[in-house]
């Protein structure tokens, strides 16, 4: 901005008509100075301010998104506990039936929302994955899902429902809804877009061997699998 307006004021100092006393001459370079110095320190502050305002509003949203948000999902059967001996249940069951699918015989197993949420639990920890403290609550015809995901370091909570295919190489879920903590209304699609890759990618990681068909009643998952 002052490389023009600088030699300009120069050539206004020196080049007068009657050349200016050591005063004048610099009265008018104060002039210049106090002048191209505003422009300077407006432009540095405008910078300043910008980034100053970016960094309250990215703290603002992080810190809303941090504080509140939805609850854990509601089991249908009762208190949900989460530790190893379920996760140990939930593997045990799964290898049984398909150790059955595998004679090429027909199985099916049980599951309960405290061997669900235990084993998704343990996967996630495996996995290093983004999604953690995982709840899965069941319900007639659907299940919910609900945790916490990291972003920029803080966790940030999510409920989720909707229903799990298992027909093909690797789960699916079909979520109906979505619930994220408490982020402003043009920064919810984007967290959706985050949970919903975040889930698809837990599911990439699972390999199914044979074609399942899951029936969800309040706190409990019938599977049915076909060699």
Known sequence: VTDGILPMLRRWVYACPTAPTVMEARDRMFIIRLFTGSIIGMITG???????LFLIFAGLIVGLAATGGPASCTPGGGPTTIDAANAASFQTKWDAMNATLDGGAPASASFNESELSSRADAFLQEKDAPLKDPRVCLHNGYGEG?????FLGFNVKFKVKGTMELAGTHPKAK????????????????????????????????????????????????VGGQP
């Open 146 to 150: 609900s945790g916490k995901f990291s």
């Open 46 to 52: 405008l910078f300043v301010g910008i980034i100053v």
């Open 175 to 222: 979520i109906d809804s979505i619930e994220i903590g408490n982020l402003p209304g043009f920064l919810i699609a984007p967290a959706e877009r985050f949970v919903n890759s975040a889930i698809d990618s837990a599911m990439d990681d699972v390999d199914l061997d044979h074609k399942y068909t899951p029936a969800l009643t309040e706190g409990k998952a019938a």
